[in-house]
């Protein structure tokens, strides 16, 4: 009975699979270097309209590093024609909300609205980045907002500084060695003018995609997306620099004191491919193999079974120009570091050195395919997924066409891949350890 009730919910999986649509969505450029995506979906009265730049942390000048999440918060401050702090409180007034996010490759921000409010939204993003007001009163405000998040998110949390080290240790040459954080030096040392340069370099219309996602009329909203972006001045060109890491080939030794926690954490770091890499993805299935789920190899050995760990979790950070695989866990008892690294590299091995079953892999099979479903059920997911998949891998049909990568990603590649990224000597071993008590 337990076996047919496996197989009904696999066939399920796949039927599910099977059954997502295609996202339909059209794609232009204006003259100043917009680009537009469009994808019309009148079966809910909302929509979403979301504008992505081209600029993360990874951007930066390493002496005035944190300038890209600043203005995260910065943008929101007010325009000439908003007044400031009265943002959010227009787009909640209006039946909307709003957010914002950075990473080391780009900003994203976004307003979901009713949709006989989507001209507004245009308008909000249109003032963002035709009309901002960069003084001194919004960037003295931003820095405190600034100190109090990395004083909350970081410096006091338990854990908060684990991606700092190990960034600072995998990374050498590369932006990605700092945080988007950033400095708070750097900031505080920052003038008036560094700001407003930075602002003009990168939050142009050609460093930028806006999306609409929903309910919407697609002429008239085309007519509005002319009316507000059109008349936008077009950018200098922006010049990227190129960063070349030198392999691994020794194992790098880190070791940080935490004030914040009173459990030891082991984390096992490699440097990945680009995202754009078709190894990319095979990291991703080695990592679910690993850690998704209490049926997970690391999970069901090592919490599970020899109950040595609180938690086990192995993960697959994909970026632009270079990924972060991380593995750890955190002991349980008596168990020490050490230990728990010698049961996660023995399922690390298991997977360079053995095919994983039949079994294994429609499973994984089947978790794919149920996340790339999950992914495109909302037109918040929508908007994210088409104008991500078009500015950081150049090509915005991967939201219909990446679940064909996993597909056919094959048992021997994810044995392959294990085996050419996942070695002691490629990676960085970080024991993030309590603070030290003194001596009476």
């Known amino acids: 009975m337990r076996r047919k009730l496996v197989l009904a919910a696999s066939l399920s999986l796949v039927a599910l699979g099977m059954q997502a649509q295609e996202v339909a969505f059209e794609e232009y450029d204006l003259e100043n270097g917009l680009h537009v995506i469009l994808h019309q979906d009148n079966s809910a009265p909302l929509v979403t309209t979301a504008v992505m730049y081209h600029v993360g942390a990874k951007d930066e000048d390493p002496e005035k590093t944190g300038f890209a999440h600043f203005f995260e918060h910065l943008l929101f401050e007010g325009t000439e024609n908003i007044e400031r702090g009265k943002w959010f409180e227009i787009v909640a007034s209006n039946g909307g909300q709003n957010n914002a996010n950075t990473t080391q490759d780009r900003t994203y921000y976004y307003e979901v609205f009713p949709s006989n409010n989507l001209e507004l939204g245009l308008w909000l993003e249109s003032e963002r980045m035709l009309h901002p007001i960069i003084n001194k009163i919004g960037v003295d405000t931003q820095k405190e907002v600034v ?92 010049k990227r620099e190129t960063f070349k890491e030198e392999p691994i080939t020794q194992t790098i030794k880190a070791e940080f004191r935490d004030p914040n926690i009173q459990i030891p954490l082991i984390m096992l770091g490699y440097r990945t491919p680009e995202q754009t890499n078709r190894e990319a993805y095979v990291l991703d299935m080695v990592s679910t193999i690993l850690s998704d789920g209490k049926s997970s190899r690391l999970y069901k050995k090592i919490v599970d079974e020899k109950k040595m760990a609180l938690q086990v979790f192995a993960f697959n950070g994909s970026q632009e120009d270079y990924g972060t695989y991380i593995v750890g866990g955190l002991p349980v008892g008596e168990n020490t570091l050490e230990a728990i690294q010698k049961e996660i590299d023995e399922e690390i091995v298991k997977l360079q050195t053995e095919l994983i079953s039949e079994n294994e892999f429609q499973k994984l099979q089947n978790i794919f395919e149920n996340n790339f479903v999950n992914s495109n059920a909302s037109v918040e997911g929508i908007a994210n997924s088409l104008v991500r998949n078009y500015m ?49």
């Open 147 to 238: 100190q109090e998040e990395k004083r909350r998110s970081y410096d006091n949390a338990p854990y908060g500084r684990w991606r700092e080290v190990m960034s600072k240790n995998l990374f050498k040459n590369h932006p990605y060695r700092w945080q988007t954080i950033g400095s708070l030096e750097h900031l505080a040392s920052a003038t008036l003018e560094d700001f407003k340069k930075f602002n003009k370099m990168y939050y142009v219309p050609n460093n930028a995609s806006l999306v609409v996602a929903g309910d919407f009329e697609m002429s008239a909203t085309k007519k509005m997306i002319q009316d507000y972006f059109g008349s936008i001045q077009k950018g200098d060109a922006i």
């Open 392 to 440: 950081l891998y150049d090509d915005t049909n991967l939201i219909n066409t990446e679940i064909d990568i996993y597909r056919s990603i094959t048992r021997e590649e994810i044995k392959a891949v294990a085996k050419k990224y996942l070695n002691p000597n490629q990676r960085v071993v970080l024991e993030y350890l309590p603070e030290e008590k003194p001596a009476n």
